[in-house]
């Protein structure tokens, strides 16, 4: 199924398909699942959503589906309806073939630019918001939406209530399209905004023409998403920032809206606000190995994607429940609406804490539990990983008022499969056990704290071998220098497939650095790397792999417990930027790298990337951008983005093609694999070829270089075939130019 949702009595449910056609075109159908017996009978009924718009949005961004709490209603997105698409050509008719009395259809060239909203949502221009009937199986849709300025998605039913008896209310988030639609994905700093719709009238009389009035309640809110409806339908909360950002990724902010007042002067309250910079709860002389959850840094802000489904632990929502990035560590949160604070479960439950480490947590679901002498209860269902142990379920019983007395238990670890001979993480022979919690025996990881004279912390994970797993207890190991991509994202003590998968394969540490301008450590960190790209990230790169250059052995202290000489970089998008300009710029330190459609000149990029805003903001800095706009015909046009000279040559100065190693003869000597997914919106393939052949005209004769490209692959790199292949090919480039 594209979209699926059970009932809140769990009586029902619906699964949304697009099913191919031979025109190209997928039809949308629905079926409705009885899981207890409708008039006497268990069953399902399947119908065709064809007639009424285009393919089912199921994807967690645009999409949503959603229940009325009386069970009647179902609320989705779609693509809207487009015109029959056809060519001049095919346009040409014959009065021989073509009746007089035929009435013309409307038609679209299929050739026609269509805006969208850019890699990952190539197909994804005009949406509508539907709500289906399932006792009728009548179908309509939302009506009163300028599509030529709103793409809207996200939508919730608001429960009914007692203070608004029969009617029906839907909330969802809509995005400006205007001036023009920018990319979408991992880019938070869209504008977008909350509305209310009450669709009683419309769902009664469907073909009466009905006027639906669309209320604002994200007043003075630049970036809201997210609506989530307490159980009570009496509250309202959701994602935003107030003032906006224009880095891809911040802080985020938690807001309320109540919806028993008048809606049209109403404004949300704050409940969590963004964090400039968090404080050091511990020494920053030199780098720390962290002990213990939360203790290194205090509340650095929110940072998610969307709320869970089901985020209230009571009914009239005065507990939302979370996950979000502290530093390093992804926590749960629960958030006391009244009182505006922010505790991490691991701390409202230190036994739990204990149990998990520095494990990453994530909420999948929650449910308001049942009082049990008194006490009230929330049931959660969790995952949780490390970097060397897989992701494994965990449910826990949450006891509000006592939080210390909660129960839980942990779920299995899961089973070893591979997908080919070649690609396996973990010996496979019965008698060396097929489950994925090996890694753990095996292999062990550290947290590292840094800080620069900024006072802005940033942090290393080290995944490495244990002593005992070590093929010779005193050799020191080869290390890949892993930057992340964003570069306003962060890696997390979560389980990373791909790169246990490097570790195994070459028996080498990774080390993952979350460099100053991460996500997890507040607002100050993501702005300081705005206009200082290729630099500042660039040095805190190296200050991680000196720092694990510089440790002893654990058993022979007077030996290294890396070598120096068996160094490699692998990194995607802003981490191949930055694996490119430590190859460029540090060529005696790395004997291999691996760029995974890598921004390499972004004087070349701006003008054909679907974030050309990601491409001032990142070179020029959030200050000189800000001011710009704020001057009278000054401010950047991303509808029509069109740099000065001094523009392109700053865009240019801080790229990798401008390093003096890569085009100086005999000054690059790092052996170089490019992986290019050739559909790839974000960063033009363009990039890494031009990088590719302008390593090849000055260093080819004496330095290995390899470049592979994937047709129908995007920025990701991730079909499968395609996803398995290029890491291989990583993993051997590697082991090949390290000597392994």
Not at 89 to 98: A, N
């Amino acid at each position: 199924a594209v979209a699926q949702c059970l009932s809140p009595s769990g009586a029902k449910e619906v699964f949304f398909n697009n099913k191919p056609t031979p025109g190209g075109e997928p039809a949308p159908s629905v079926e409705i699942v009885h899981h207890v017996p409708n008039d006497g009978n268990y069953g399902s009924i399947k119908l065709d959503l064809s007639p009424y718009h285009g393919a089912i949005v199921g994807d967690a961004w645009f999409g949503g589906v959603s229940w009325s709490s009386d069970e009647v209603y179902v609320v989705y997105v779609a693509k809207l309806k487009t015109p029959k698409k056809t060519t001049a050509v095919e346009g040409v008719t014959s009065p021989l073939t073509s009746p007089p009395s035929s009435v013309p259809q409307e038609t679209a060239n299929k050739y026609d630019f269509v805006d969208d909203w850019g890699e990952k949502y190539v197909d994804v221009s005009n949406l509508g918001v539907f709500i289906l009937n399932v006792t009728t199986g009548n179908v309509v849709a939302l009506p009163n939406v300028d599509i030529n300025q709103w793409t809207i998605g996200q939508p919730q039913f608001v429960p009914l209530r007692e203070t608004a008896p029969g009617r029906y209310q839907i909330v969802y988030t809509a995005w400006n399209t205007l001036p023009r639609r920018l990319g979408m994905i991992y880019c938070y700093q869209r504008p977008c905004s909350i509305f209310l719709a009450d669709v009683t009238e419309i769902l009664q009389s469907p073909s009466k023409g009905v006027v639906v009035a669309h209320t604002l309640l994200s007043r003075g809110i630049r970036l809201a998403r997210s609506p989530r409806a307490a159980p009570d339908g009496r509250s309202l909360v959701f994602l935003g920032n107030r003032q906006g950002y224009l880095t891809h990724g911040g802080c985020t902010e938690l807001f309320r809206v109540a919806l028993d007042g008048d809606l049209e002067t109403i404004n949300a309250e704050t409940i969590v606000s963004a964090v400039d910079i968090p404080t050091l709860r511990t020494s920053s002389k030199e780098p720390l190995v962290t002990t213990y959850r939360q203790q290194h840094l205090s509340f650095p802000g929110l940072y998610l994607d969307q709320l869970p489904i089901h985020c209230f632990l009571t009914s009239g929502g005065d507990q939302v429940i979370l996950s979000s990035a502290w530093g390093c560590i992804e926590e749960i949160l629960i958030v006391n609406v009244a009182t505006k604070t922010v505790q991490p479960l691991t701390h409202l439950i230190p036994a739990l804490g204990e149990a998990l480490g520095l494990a990453s947590l994530q909420v999948l679901d929650a449910s308001m539990g049942v009082s049990q002498d008194a006490q009230a209860t929330a049931d959660l269902l969790f995952a949780f990983s490390a970097p060397n142990a897989p992701a494994r379920l965990g449910w826990l019983t949450l006891n509000l008022s006592n939080p210390a007395s909660s129960t839980w238990s942990f779920g299995p670890a899961p089973r070893l499969f591979s997908i080919s001979n070649k690609v396996n993480l973990l010996p496979s022979t019965p008698d060396q056990q097929t489950s994925l919690a090996n890694v753990t025996q095996s292999w062990t990881y550290h947290v590292y704290l840094h800080h620069d004279s900024d006072g802005i912390p940033f942090e290393s994970i080290l995944l490495t071998p244990t002593t005992d797993a070590t093929p010779s207890s005193s050799s020191p190991l080869p290390i890949v220098l892993v930057p992340h991509g964003g570069p306003h994202s962060c890696f997390t003590t979560a389980f990373v497939a791909s790169y246990v998968f490097l570790a195994k394969k070459l028996g080498a540490a990774v080390l993952f650095v979350n460099y100053r301008g991460s996500t997890g450590y507040g607002q100050r960190s993501i702005h300081s790397l705005a206009g200082t790209i290729g630099t500042n990230d660039v040095q805190d790169m190296m200050t991680c792999l000196q720092h694990a250059l510089s440790l002893p052995h654990p058993t022979q202290g007077h030996l290294p417990w890396f070598n120096a000489q068996q160094v490699a970089v692998c990194g995607g998008s802003h981490g191949g930027f930055l694996g490119a300009h430590l190859s460029a710029q540090y060529p005696e330190v790395f004997q291999a790298a691996a760029l995974r459609n890598p921004v390499t000149d972004i004087a070349a990029m701006v003008g054909i990337s679907d974030i050309p805003d990601w491409c001032y903001v990142e070179s020029l800095g959030v200050e000189v951008v800000e001011t710009s706009q704020r001057e009278p015909n000054q401010g950047f046009d991303w509808g029509n983005p069109s740099p000065s000279l001094a523009h392109l040559t700053r865009m240019r100065e801080v790229s990798p093609v401008h390093v003096p190693s890569v085009t100086t003869a005999g000054a690059y000597k790092t052996p170089t694999l490019v992986c290019l997914g050739m559909k790839d919106r974000r960063v033009p393939p363009s990039q890494g070829v031009a990088f590719y052949q302008l390593l090849r005209l000055y260093h080819g004769a004496h330095v290995p270089l390899s470049l592979m490209t994937f047709p129908d692959d995007v920025h990701a790199i991730d079909l499968p075939t395609t996803e398995a292949e290029h890491w291989m090919a990583i993993a051997q480039w590697i082991q090949t130019h390290l000597h392994l």
